[in-house]
């Protein structure tokens, strides 16, 4: 809880006075505002983000919490003492396992005897990043905040939002939110959350994930990028007629759908990802198939521009780099009609020999590309 403002406790004092003086139920006023009357201790409250292991919240501040979580047949999954903060914010964690839809969780303050009692609804969520709707299952009838957002990615020239819809369950336990009405487009990246509440929000329920997205390196086997948290990504890539890798990868729960994985070959050995080369990854969305361009990158050491291809107009970044890292520079933009481009970066920095460039090139849903080479 936030401490009134300066302007806040003069309007208090002066409702105070006003009431006073006009002698209005001065019994109620010696009982609320007689000095060293006693004040209800703050109200505890409770977040929880299935999938993660920590449980925390608020409370009285100098203060013991107990939390115990069990699972669905009573075993003890976390069990522990947390004292609260210098404002009253508390959290525990445990290692053994996640928090699951049907545990119980209990949480006691020693020293006012408040408690917590719930069990952890069923909650999913889902991200199309095609059709810009988040939906999930949730307890029938529960109002469900789903949340969007992509703060930092105009940094690199990508859509920036951060919204928050109030949606209802259905008879049927499930809820969904149509982003589009908000002029949103979700891009690969992007995160989404779901949250339930109870206890008149004083207990809260998060699930989060990842709006689908991946991100190859042109000459790496690496891949990486983000995906619905426990759920499998399955990718092919093709060159011509022929299939000639695959990767494949589990969303993380922990960050909410992070993947990292290799592309193989035929004999499970390791592939670099080539110009021309065809990614295809359907569980992303329909849009979930593009070609790997032919960047082709260059910098001009006298003029200060790095130059290369990209998608058809598509956006580009490009980032510079001195050997220390000390000088960098970055810059975005929109590529022309056949994807060229040329970037200027005299205005950040001057581009000499072993510095390393980066050139990142974007598909329409923000999946990304990248080439990056040494200047010479």
């Known amino acids: 809880m936030s401490k009134p403002s300066s302007m806040g406790r003069a309007r208090a004092r002066n409702w105070v006075r006003r009431l006073t003086a006009g002698a209005v139920a001065s019994g109620l006023l010696l009982t609320v505002w007689a000095p060293g009357a006693a004040a209800a201790p703050r109200p505890l409250s409770v977040d929880v983000n299935i999938g993660d292991s920590c449980v925390s919240g608020e409370a009285k501040k100098n203060a013991f919490v107990k939390v115990v979580v069990r699972d669905a047949a009573g075993n003890i999954k976390l069990r522990e003492v947390a004292d609260t903060g210098p404002y009253g914010e508390w959290g525990v964690c445990g290692y053994a396992d996640t928090i699951r839809t049907g545990d119980k969780v209990k949480v006691v303050v020693f020293e006012t005897g408040q408690s917590r009692k719930f069990t952890v609804p069923k909650l999913t969520i889902d991200a199309n990043r095609v059709s810009e709707i988040v ?4 307890p029938a009838g529960s109002v469900i905040m789903v949340a969007v957002s992509s703060v930092g990615a105009s940094y690199v020239g990508l859509p920036e939002y951060d919204v928050t819809e109030s949606v209802v369950a259905g008879a049927g336990g499930t809820y969904s939110y149509d982003f589009s009405a908000d002029g949103i487009d979700l891009i690969g990246g992007a995160t989404a959350a779901a949250t339930w509440k109870s206890a008149g929000g004083a207990v809260q329920v998060h699930r989060l994930t990842s709006v689908p997205g991946l991100m190859v390196t042109i000459g790496q086997a690496q891949f990486s990028g983000s995906f619905k948290p426990n759920a499998h990504l399955g990718i092919t890539v093709t060159h011509g007629a022929s ?15 992070q993947v990292y994985g290799q592309f193989v070959d035929a004999d499970a050995e390791p592939y670099a990802i080539a110009t021309g080369d065809w990614i295809n990854a359907p569980a992303l969305g329909s849009d979930g198939t593009f070609q790997v361009p032919q960047i082709d990158g260059s910098a001009n ?11 058809a107009s598509g956006l580009y970044v490009v980032a510079v780099a001195g050997p220390d890292y000390y000088e960098f520079g970055l810059t975005f933009g929109t590529a022309a009609a056949n994807g060229t481009f040329t970037a200027d970066l005299s205005d950040q920095l001057n581009i000499r020999k072993n510095f390393t460039v980066q050139i990142g090139c974007y598909t329409a849903n923000a999946d990304l590309v990248l080439e990056s080479f040494v200047t010479h």
């Open 301 to 311: 050491l006298s003029t200060e521009r790095v130059s290369g291809t990209c998608f």
């Open 243 to 257: 299939q000639v890798a695959t990767g494949d990868a589990i969303g993380d729960s922990y960050y909410g759908g």
């Open 135 to 138: 939906s999930g299952k949730a």
